[in-house]
């Protein structure tokens, strides 16, 4: 099982891994995803079951500084019943693996609370308890599994991770609920014999980079972000002066 990660535990520059565990929801019941891995709110509860066995590998946030920026400001990210990319997108370097060792790398993105959200005022504020959580997903590297030469080679990049409010979406997409604030996680878990995981005792790590959770929303609601959006989303710049901004941005990203 994937274990919960506490922020406090991050590190300047990179994110502190944290070993095998059980989680649960509130409710007391694991959010299953993908091979019996959950994924459950950051506030869960949490049992450790074993020690740490992967301690040595570190995670850095790729465009650190473009995250804090967005973070600051309020950070937004589109979703659409068909799915749409994040922006900033989710790459990272890795240092640490083991050469030879074949990993599995997934992200899974769950509540950061139990609140609703809403943009008053120019400002988010929260405006009720959060509506239940959909059954959490994984998004898993294409790439995985693959050697620690294969991941440390250069960026690990998740641009084709897709957020969907289509609670029915039959493509694997991560499926959240507008206005609602949540954390992407990363993990790592050392693949076993057959080149897969799920097993209680498979060794895995998980980091989380604060700057990188997110308001979920239909429609950009600050113009800070859609103006962020518009500098440096490659995809964005054509509609730079343009009176539908707000509108054809929150088409693309």
Same mark, same amino acid.
């Given at each position: 099982?994937?274990?919960?990660?506490?922020?406090?535990?991050?590190?300047?520059?990179?994110?502190?891994?944290?070993?095998?565990?059980?989680?649960? $929801?509130?409710?007391?019941?694991?959010?299953?995803?993908?091979?019996?891995?959950?994924?459950?709110?950051?506030?869960?509860?949490?049992?450790?079951?074993?020690?740490?066995?992967?301690?040595?590998?570190?995670?850095?946030?790729?465009?650190?500084?473009?995250?804090?920026?967005?973070?600051?400001?309020?950070?937004?990210?589109?979703? $659409?019943?068909?799915?749409?990319?994040?922006?900033?997108?989710?790459?990272?370097?890795? $240092?640490?693996?083991?050469?030879?060792?074949?990993?599995?790398?997934?992200?899974?993105?769950?509540?950061?609370?139990?609140?609703?959200?809403?943009?008053?005022?120019?400002?988010?504020?929260?405006?009720?308890?959060?509506?239940?959580?959909?059954?959490?997903?994984?998004?898993?590297?294409?790439?995985?599994?693959?050697?620690?030469?294969?991941?440390?080679?250069?960026?690990?990049?998740?641009?084709?991770?897709?957020?969907?409010? %289509?609670?029915?979406?039959?493509?694997?997409?991560?499926?959240?609920?507008?206005?609602?604030?949540?954390?992407?996680?990363?993990?790592?878990?050392?693949?076993?014999?057959?080149?897969?995981?799920?097993?209680? %005792?498979?060794?895995?790590?998980?980091?989380?980079?604060?700057?990188?959770?997110?308001?979920?929303?239909?429609?950009?609601?600050?113009?800070?972000?859609?103006?962020?959006?518009?500098?440096? %989303?490659?995809?964005?710049?054509?509609?730079?002066?343009?009176?539908? $901004?707000?509108?054809?941005?929150?088409?693309?990203?």
């Amino acid at each position: 099982m994937l274990q919960e990660k506490s922020l406090s535990d991050v590190e300047d520059g990179f994110a502190v891994p944290q070993g095998p565990g059980q989680a649960e $929801t509130t409710g007391g019941s694991p959010v299953v995803g993908v091979a019996g891995v959950s994924s459950t709110p950051l506030n869960s509860p949490q049992v450790s079951d074993a020690e740490q066995t992967i301690e040595n590998i570190k995670v850095y946030l790729h465009e650190k500084e473009l995250w804090k920026k967005f973070h600051e400001a309020g950070t937004e990210m589109i979703i $659409t019943k068909a799915g749409r990319r994040m922006f900033p997108s989710y790459k990272v370097k890795v $240092t640490g693996m083991n050469p030879k060792t074949k990993y599995i790398l997934l992200i899974d993105i769950v509540p950061a609370d139990d609140h609703r959200y809403k943009f008053c005022d120019n400002k988010w504020m929260v405006a009720g308890k959060a509506e239940p959580a959909m059954p959490g997903r994984l998004y898993v590297h294409p790439d995985s599994p693959a050697t620690g030469t294969h991941w440390m080679r250069q960026l690990v990049s998740f641009q084709k991770l897709k957020l969907t409010n %289509n609670h029915l979406d039959p493509f694997g997409h991560i499926i959240l609920n507008s206005m609602h604030k949540y954390q992407p996680r990363l993990h790592i878990v050392k693949a076993d014999e057959n080149n897969a995981f799920g097993s209680k %005792n498979t060794a895995f790590c998980t980091h989380v980079f604060p700057e990188t959770s997110f308001i979920s929303v239909t429609s950009y609601q600050n113009h800070k972000i859609t103006q962020l959006k518009i500098e440096n %989303n490659p995809f964005a710049k054509g509609f730079r002066g343009s009176d539908d $901004t707000d509108l054809r941005v929150a088409r693309l990203q």
